[in-house]
């Protein structure tokens, strides 16, 4: 008897980005069809908030969705954005208190390691429930899959991926199904608890190429080290732009249509202390061709966005001298690290071939901790890239940390300091604090010890479900509830050109006082 052709259907679950489509199940689509494939996708996730928004905004939210998907200019949709914003607001705060643009049930969804808590919210019906059920029996009908692959990238994705799976195995018995993405690949893979296997056949960790391949019955193949994601199934009509911010690189995440490609895949770095260097995201590094990148650029049309862990330097000068020699139209961004390879010449080229943003780590921004964490970049090398990237003309975000390890109070503020004076003098234009969060994969964790802290994980459960960050313990370690609200009150507001006079220690006298004269405070 002749092997039945599996038929795959890959979804994205809400919630995710609205102004672009989350890349996974499109480079999973572009790989598995080059392998003989019969493959489709849907980006659940639009389609739902967009049922959720008109449902409960009427016509008003239909013309300003309509006005957020055209290309109007992004002062033109601010108003449109802060009105369709409350109306989310209102919606999470009087009819489902998980809805949100870019999440659902996303706190308990990423505090979860009993699976019990989340099951309980998989069986609530929610606002988004009727519409998640029409947009999955459509995409089913339409595709008739034996095999359904569900993406999920972030904790707010979670819930929405179970009730999905609850649904197929409801109605849809015959169809296997299959759970991947970043949230799987970093929470689950120490997972002991059979309930989730209720609902999905298999979990697939790091990169779906050869578990999805296995999973039809094909023999897996040696993935290229560049693999171009396919489109097709994507509406690029139901996308809008959210602007929260006339900071025009700030609002890169969420307005354009970027196609987005990986120039490399892993890290060409691979050692910084706080990252998940275990897992083979980050430590598996390969390089395709310039060319394979840029055909690429050519075959999709539109502008890119490389989502890389970090461009290599090298690879950068290759596909910008191939960009030129082909004379292509394109804009693209992505992240870098600040080190010294990015000269003013390179940066130059960069420019030329259509880069209009780079984002990157300063991290604390203090020499002994980027030393400590292994950055492999101090403040003089990181401040020599940054002033290449603004002789060319190019815009920079900066991701910034507070709480590592060993790090005073007096650093935090200098860290602030340097900061202030890199937005005096124009050298970023946007910034982003984050606080240090312990994983299990990152070498701060293997060597606790070593980096003064004392981790509290509670004894495992026998029926695990998520295990990644964990709590920990430092002696002496500053209030890091206050000096986070006093840091990001000061970014906020640097990136509306406001409070640059002011000293640094204004902004945690102000947090102290919970007085703010006048100033914008971060949502």
């Known amino acids: 008897m002749a092997r039945r052709r599996e038929r795959l259907l890959l979804l994205t679950p809400p919630l995710v980005q609205t102004n672009t489509p989350y890349p996974a199940t499109m480079h999973l689509a572009g790989y598995l069809r080059s392998q003989g494939c019969a493959v489709e996708q849907r980006d659940l996730g639009i389609r739902v908030v967009l049922d959720v928004l008109r449902a409960y905004g009427g016509d008003e939210a239909d013309e300003l969705l309509e006005l957020l998907q055209s290309s109007a200019p992004a002062e033109a949709k601010i108003e449109a954005s802060r009105i369709i914003d409350d109306l989310a607001l209102d919606i999470r705060d009087s009819v489902d208190p998980g809805?949100?643009?870019?999440?659902?049930?996303?706190?308990?969804?990423?505090?979860?390691?009993?699976?019990?808590?989340?099951?309980?919210?998989?069986?609530?019906r929610g606002v988004m429930d009727e519409f998640l059920d029409r947009r999955l029996d459509e995409a089913i009908a339409e595709t008739r899959?034996?095999?359904?692959?569900?993406?999920?990238?972030?904790?707010?994705?979670?819930?929405?991926?179970?009730?999905?799976?609850?649904?197929?195995?409801?109605?849809?018995?015959?169809?296997?199904?299959?759970?991947?993405?970043?949230?799987?690949?970093?929470?689950?893979?120490?997972?002991?608890?059979?309930?989730?296997?209720?609902?999905?056949?298999?979990?697939?960790?790091d990169e779906g190429y050869a578990p999805m391949m296995k999973l039809v019955g094909r023999r897996p193949k040696p993935v290229p080290s560049f693999v171009e994601p396919c489109y097709d199934g994507i509406d690029w009509g139901d996308y809008f732009d959210v602007v929260e911010t006339e900071n025009p690189m700030h609002r890169l995440w969420s307005v354009g249509r970027w196609r987005k490609l990986q120039m490399a895949r892993g890290c060409y770095w691979?050692?910084?202390?706080?990252?998940?260097?275990?897992?083979?995201?980050?430590?598996?590094?390969e390089q395709p061709s310039a060319a394979e990148i840029v055909d690429a650029i050519e075959h999709l049309g539109g502008d890119v966005h490389f989502v890389d862990e970090a461009m290599p330097p090298g690879l950068v000068r290759k596909v910008c001298e191939e960009i030129v020699r082909r004379r292509l139209d394109c804009g693209w961004w992505g992240n870098v690290r600040f080190d010294a390879a990015y000269t003013p010449e390179l940066c130059r080229l960069m420019a030329k071939a259509g880069c209009i943003a780079v984002?990157?780590?300063?991290?604390?921004?203090?020499?002994?901790?980027?030393?400590?964490?292994?950055?492999?970049?101090?403040?003089?090398?990181?401040?020599?890239?940054?002033?290449?990237?603004?002789?060319?003309?190019?815009?920079?975000?900066?991701?910034?940390?507070y709480g590592f390890p060993t790090e005073t109070l007096d650093e935090a503020l200098g860290a602030l300091e340097f900061v202030r004076g890199l937005f005096r003098r124009d050298l970023i234009q946007s910034a982003f604090w984050h606080r240090f969060a312990l994983t299990v994969h990152s070498p701060v964790y293997r060597d606790a010890e070593k980096?003064?802290?004392?981790?509290?994980?509670?004894?495992?459960?026998k029926r695990?479900?998520?295990?990644?960050?964990?709590?920990?313990?430092?002696?002496?370690?500053?209030?890091?509830?206050?000096?986070?609200?006093?840091?990001?009150?000061?970014?906020?507001?640097y990136m509306e050109g406001r409070g640059l006079d002011k000293d640094v220690g204004f902004w945690l006298r102000a947090v102290r006082k919970n007085r703010h004269k006048g100033f914008k405070k971060s949502k």
């Open 270 to 285: 691979h050692r910084c202390a706080f990252c998940d260097v275990k897992l083979p995201y980050i430590n598996c590094f």
């Open 99 to 124: 809805f949100g643009f870019s999440r659902y049930a996303e706190r308990i969804s990423a505090q979860a390691s009993d699976f019990g808590e989340v099951e309980k919210l998989v069986k609530r």
């Open 145 to 205: 899959p034996t095999v359904i692959g569900v993406t999920c990238p972030f904790p707010g994705t979670l819930v929405a991926a179970f009730k999905i799976a609850r649904r197929v195995k409801k109605l849809h018995p015959g169809i296997r199904l299959a759970l991947g993405g970043g949230f799987v690949s970093t929470e689950l893979r120490d997972m002991t608890d059979p309930r989730p296997r209720k609902y999905f056949d298999e979990f697939m960790f």
């Open 359 to 401: 984002t990157g780590g300063l991290e604390c921004a203090n020499d002994r901790l980027l030393k400590l964490m292994v950055k492999g970049i101090t403040l003089e090398s990181a401040e020599k890239a940054l002033r290449s990237f603004r002789s060319a003309g190019i815009m920079v975000h900066a991701y910034l940390m």
């Open 451 to 461: 980096f003064g802290i004392a981790v509290c994980e509670p004894p495992r459960p």
């Open 464 to 493: 695990l479900f998520c295990r990644n960050e964990v709590p920990f313990t430092e002696s002496g370690a500053p209030d890091w509830d206050e000096a986070g609200r006093a840091l990001d009150l000061a970014l906020y507001n």
